[in-house]
Each structure stands twice: as C-alpha cells, then as structure tokens.
C-alpha cells in the first residue's frame, strides 16, 4: 500500500488519532484479505450501503478471480448499480471494504480508477463532441501524453468504431454509442472492466455485436457487467452473482446455478382425462395443473424425479400416456425463484 508511509504521520496531515486507527485497521484487513486471495482481482467483505433508512446492500461479499467475466444479475432496485459504483470509487460503502488488486476502493480511489474501466448505465457522453476527438478528451484525463495517438487507433480498432470515427456521437446509432463507450473504459488499458446494463436499449443484430465485443474484451481483462438479461449471461459470462433486495442470492457458473433450482416439472398428456385428486397422489407429486382436459403440469418435490412414477400410476390405472416431458433448468427459473414475489 504505497500510502502507508504518509499516513502513519497524523500531524502534516491533521488525521486525528482514531482517524488513523481506522485507516490502519482497514489497511491491514484489507492487507490480510489480499494475501488469504492472491489471485483475486476483486475482493469485498461485508459491503453495506444505508441511504437514509433504506438499506441497498446488506453484508455484500464476492471474491473474482483473474480473467473471469462476471455477471450481475438481479431485478430493479435490487442493488447492482450501487454495488458497482462502490467498486470504482465513485460512492463510499457505509460500511465493510473492497479492493480492487489490492487497492482500497475507498482510500486509493486515485489508483483504482486507474485500473478500472468503467462504463455507467447511461454512458454519459459529449453529444456534439467528434468520436476521435472525445476519446483524446479522455486519453487527456488518463494523462495517456504520447501514448494516446497509438491507443486510440488501438481502441477505435478493437470496438469496430472505424466507419464511424469521424462523425459526431450525437449522430450515431445507440450499438455505435455503446462502442464509444465502451472505448472510453478502455482507453488507458484497464485490468478491470466495470459495465453497467451494456446491452440495454440494444436492438438484436447490436446486441450480438456488443456481446461478442465484451467476450473478446474478457480473454484480457476482469469484466463486471451488470444485466437482468438471462440469455446475456448465459451467452457471455463463465459466472454468475444473483442479488436480490441488497443481498448475494446465489453466486456459481451457469451450470452450478441451474442446478440449484427447486423443483422438476414435467408436462404429461394421457389418451382419457384423468384427476388433480388422483395426479396428487403419485408419490413426489406437490402440484398438478390443467393445461387442458388431457394435458398436466405436475410439479415435483425438490430433489424427486417423478417420471418413473407417472409411468407406473398410467399403468396401474389404465391410462394411455401419449407424451411426458421434463422441463428443462434455466437460469430464467433459478432467477424466478431466488427474486421472485415470494423471496421478498
């Protein structure tokens, strides 16, 4: 921690005493977390954030590894967006600590958004300002000097803006707008990329685009995107962290997610009409729905594979069956389930 020096000398620079006791204290909590995880480029403990009485994160901890591209997944309100403004510095935690490659998000903001890109929610950009011109803009802000000529051809390149890099951002598409912004996170070559909602407002063909930009971006970098887009997740993260009302839900690959989901159900359809009363007692079975006079939905106790029993209870009752089918797990039904009206 290159600020550790300065700050033991409490008089040149008025910290009072239990100022620097606090300092040093999340120095070395910090310090302690970041040797226990030395592979992790993103590391919080106990992130809380109170605005008045509402409480928008609650105890927050996620660890993310080098290299892994992470989506944040969760409703609106839910607390993605405070999350991620608290990881490149630009709001403090009420309580708890995040670094990011063992910079204290709160005391070395300076060097933070040094190795943060990050692109808000609604990528604030200078409408009348040229593409080429607005990134020198940032370059300059990044204090890129020589450097910034190469690294806007560099950028203008690898985000596909080279049609249009001599137009003014006012004029350009929404997909075009998300490249300029996504060019600004990356001009002065980040280790971590911090997006918010990416994709929204995107329409399909810009969407794919987009997508396959961030896949490439995250062979290089750590990627944060955050999104309640199922299929964007699926399609470009090796990770998922869902967050519900302030809280981490669930946090594991795709595969491990949709694993966790409840409950089987299986749509059944017999050649006569048969009963709720008499679907219900198939053993396993908790729910039985009409879809219509010949065809169920039945929904199974967590951990029960009831098709082998619905099979059997045909037989014994002398019923055709004519098709069964289990649905598949999704992430869509995991995120139903951990988010929906009943988790609140």
Not at 84 to 111: C, N, Q, R, W
């Amino acid at each position: 921690m290159e600020f550790g020096v300065w700050c033991l000398d409490s008089e040149s620079h008025n910290i009072s005493q239990m100022q620097l006791k606090t300092l040093l204290f999340r120095l070395l909590f910090v310090g302690l977390h970041i040797i226990k995880n030395g592979n992790m480029s993103i590391i919080t403990n106990d992130i809380t954030k109170v605005y008045g009485t509402q409480l928008v994160l609650d105890n927050v901890n996620i660890n993310i590894g080098r290299g892994e591209i992470v989506g944040l997944l969760g409703p609106n309100g839910a607390g993605k967006s405070t999350l991620m403004k608290i990881l490149t510095g630009y709001i403090p935690p009420t309580s708890g600590t995040a670094s990011i490659y063992g910079h204290d998000v709160l005391f070395e903001t300076g060097e933070v958004k040094k190795i943060v890109g990050y692109l808000p929610e609604h990528n604030p950009l200078y409408l009348d300002m040229y593409i080429k011109e607005y990134l020198e803009f940032i370059a300059g802000i990044h204090k890129l000097g020589k450097e910034s000529k190469s690294r806007i051809r560099e950028i203008i390149e690898k985000t596909g803006l080279g049609p249009e890099q001599n137009k003014k951002i006012g004029t350009l598409s929404k997909g075009y707008r998300q490249r300029v912004g996504l060019a600004q996170a990356l001009i002065h070559n980040p280790e971590v990329l911090i997006l918010d909602e990416p994709t929204s407002g995107l329409d399909p063909n810009q969407l794919l685009e987009i997508r396959e930009l961030i896949k490439g971006i995250g062979k290089e970098k750590t990627v944060i995107l955050s999104t309640h887009i199922m299929q964007e997740v699926e399609a470009v993260c090796s990770r998922a962290i869902i967050i519900n009302l302030g809280k981490i839900v669930a946090d594991g690959t795709t595969a491990e997610l949709t694993d966790i989901q409840s409950h089987d159900i299986v749509t059944v359809e017999f050649e006569t009409q048969t009963s709720e009363k008499q679907l219900l007692e198939i053993p396993g079975v908790v729910k039985a729905v009409k879809i219509n006079d010949l065809t169920w939905k039945l929904q199974a106790k967590p951990g029960v594979d009831i098709r082998p029993r619905i099979n059997k209870f045909a037989v014994e009752n002398n019923l055709t069956l004519l098709s069964l089918h289990r649905e598949e797990h999704n992430l869509e039904k995991v995120f139903q389930e951990l988010t929906g009206k009943g988790k609140k």
